[in-house]
């Protein structure tokens, strides 16, 4: 079983506009809803692709009972920890030009509802993988992740840590089975910049060093590289219509996920991660699964070395 952990989950609210003027009324065109939260994403690109998930989380009021029912209505199981606060609401504003997030701080959250959270790995099996994804409520505590991965290694389960900046660095001695930095991200680990694919090399195999057992090092229309014990890989960009990146990164973790999770073979899952990636980068919101398989088709890897 996957388990997808979105502490901080959210309601996002998508708006499409032309011209933003600060300071005076402006009207939207198309507005959409969705379940949002890192964790989320990843467990409905899992149900997409037709793999066995469940979404833990905290949820609570109006906006978590709405997350609740769309997962319930779209067949997605989830175990979510029931909170008395608000799930908070994301405003996504988007124009032809860009994308902005206005993004909330999230609940506070009772020792109780931390607890009884908590209890749920107790049962965790030793072929289960977990994925951490996001960020934590103040309320949680900056150690959180690291309580979650002990628990998990406890059960002799297997952990994913789909976060940035120093929660990800922390998580490396305890050797997640896949991290996923994009190149800024990257960048911003190691206080560099790069101007090419070959500068990057060097700092994923850093990543290996630290403690990560895979590192997929995304650069948008670029590509993205994989990087294992043995070997480099590089994925090709593929050309498409940029639609909604939201959500993409997580999609490309799901995507080695469900794969990895029957064949244990990275480069299979490394195809099938770029694939749900440039799949939902090119869609408004989740993909068909014929325009998946179609991606696919198209995804081309190389080794590197």
Not at 120 to 149: C, N, Q, W
């Amino acid at each position: 079983m996957i388990y997808t952990v979105t502490l901080n989950p959210a309601l996002d609210y998508f708006m499409n506009y032309e011209e933003l003027a600060l300071g005076e009324v402006n009207r939207t065109g198309k507005t959409q809803i969705s379940a949002g939260g890192k964790g989320i994403m990843e467990s409905r690109m899992l149900s997409l692709i037709g793999a066995k998930s469940k979404a833990l989380g905290f949820l609570g009021g109006f906006s978590g009972q709405y997350i609740k029912d769309f997962l319930n209505e779209n067949q997605i199981d989830s175990d979510f920890t029931e909170i008395e606060d608000l799930t908070r609401i994301n405003v996504k504003l988007k124009s032809q030009e860009n994308e902005t997030s206005l993004d909330a701080a999230g609940p506070k959250l009772q020792e109780s509802e931390i607890n009884q959270f908590l209890e749920k790995f107790d049962h965790l099996k030793e072929d289960d993988i977990v994925v951490f994804a996001g960020t934590i409520p103040k309320s949680l505590g900056e150690d959180f992740y690291e309580r979650l991965i002990a628990k998990v290694q406890k059960q002799k389960a297997t952990f994913v840590m789909d976060v940035d900046g120093q929660k990800l660095l922390d998580s490396l001695p305890a050797h997640p089975l896949l991290i996923k930095p994009n190149r800024e991200e990257l960048e911003a680990i190691f206080e560099t910049s790069f101007k090419n694919n070959e500068q990057i090399i060097p700092y994923g195999q850093k990543l290996l060093e630290m403690g990560a057992q895979n590192v997929i090092v995304s650069m948008a229309g670029d590509g993205a590289l994989l990087f294992t014990n043995e070997k480099v890989y590089f994925a090709q960009g593929i050309k498409g219509e940029l639609k909604n990146s939201i959500g993409a990164g997580d999609s490309t973790v799901a995507g080695f996920l469900a794969e990895y999770s029957q064949s244990k073979d990275p480069l299979l899952a490394f195809r099938q991660a770029i694939a749900c990636g440039t799949s939902k980068a090119f869609s408004d919101d989740m993909p068909s699964r014929a325009f998946l398989e179609e991606i696919y088709k198209k995804v081309n890897i190389s080794e590197v070395k």
